[in-house]
């Protein structure tokens, strides 16, 4: 077993709880889901209950006010995001502005292969996304200063031209710890996601370096077919079972009466 919780199996834990007592101050965080669409819920609210703070967090957003990653940024627990979407959050918005909080926008496709790369061993890479923009030019303000000057920008990335075209370098990510939610896996942490809750699940417990995963339903090995596993457990370190996600909706839209 590694790190600190009582472990039932070697990689089962009895509670989210023990499953991140060993995550620290200043810990970076893989975290997976889109919106809130097959967010590691149970595991950030049991984070939420420690003490850990100045984190590092990759994540396509940082969920919605007090909801998912949104707890930890409402508790000012954040101190750098790096993502792709940072809309629907308000309170982001305001920790950003003040400067309060580091942000890396990045495409979106080039945080999925960033977090991707980092898990499979790959340094880097070269895409199209971005060029000629600031992502590959730099000075996007990462950090703003309390007097609404920039304080912190974005460097300059390496370019390189094959054939005709011309590239950006991209680093692979990788983290401490990785987050994810999973519809079943089994006790040696083989995973399937559910349809589009897979989004970001699967390449952010690839960039963990220990990879803790909240299932909804727990089996044991073999009862999953093998063709049917999104994510093998040999990326996995922790499993917890969770039970049905309570699932939310980050905007309720509904027809008015008569509305055809």
Same mark, same amino acid.
């Given at each position: ?25 200043? =810990? ?54 790096? =993502? +792709? ?63 609404? +000057?920039?304080?912190?920008? +974005? ?106």
């Amino acid at each position: 077993m590694d790190g600190m919780g009582e472990a039932v199996s070697s990689k089962v834990y009895e509670s989210a709880a023990s499953a991140v007592a060993d995550i620290k101050d200043g =810990a970076s965080l893989a975290v997976g889901g889109f919106g809130l669409c097959g967010i590691p819920d149970a595991l950030i609210e049991a984070l939420a209950d420690t003490t850990a703070t100045d984190l590092e967090v990759f994540s396509n957003n940082c969920g919605v006010d007090n909801q998912g990653l949104g707890i930890l940024l409402g508790q000012g627990r954040i101190r750098r995001v790096t =993502a +792709s979407y940072v809309g629907e959050n308000k309170e982001f918005a305001r920790q950003y502005l003040a400067g309060e909080l580091e942000v890396e926008l990045t495409p979106q496709g080039t945080l999925a292969e960033r977090l991707r790369a980092g898990g499979a061993g790959i340094p880097g890479f070269y895409t199209p996304a971005g060029v000629g923009s600031p992502i590959s030019d730099g000075g996007m303000p990462w950090r703003y200063a309390p007097d609404g +000057s920039v304080a912190i920008e +974005s460097p300059p990335k390496e370019t390189r031209v094959f054939g005709d075209k011309r590239y950006v370098l991209e680093e692979g990510i990788t983290a401490d710890f990785a987050l994810v939610h999973a519809d079943l896996g089994d006790t040696d942490g083989n995973l399937v996601f559910n349809k589009t809750a897979m989004n970001f699940n699967p390449l952010a417990a690839m960039a963990g370096k220990i990879t803790i995963v909240q299932v909804e339903r727990l089996v044991e090995p073999g009862e999953i077919d093998p063709g049917a596993v999104h994510l093998p457990g040999v990326f996995v370190k922790r499993i917890v079972h969770t039970g049905p996600q309570n699932k939310k909706i980050e905007k309720r839209t509904v027809a008015t009466e008569g509305a055809k």
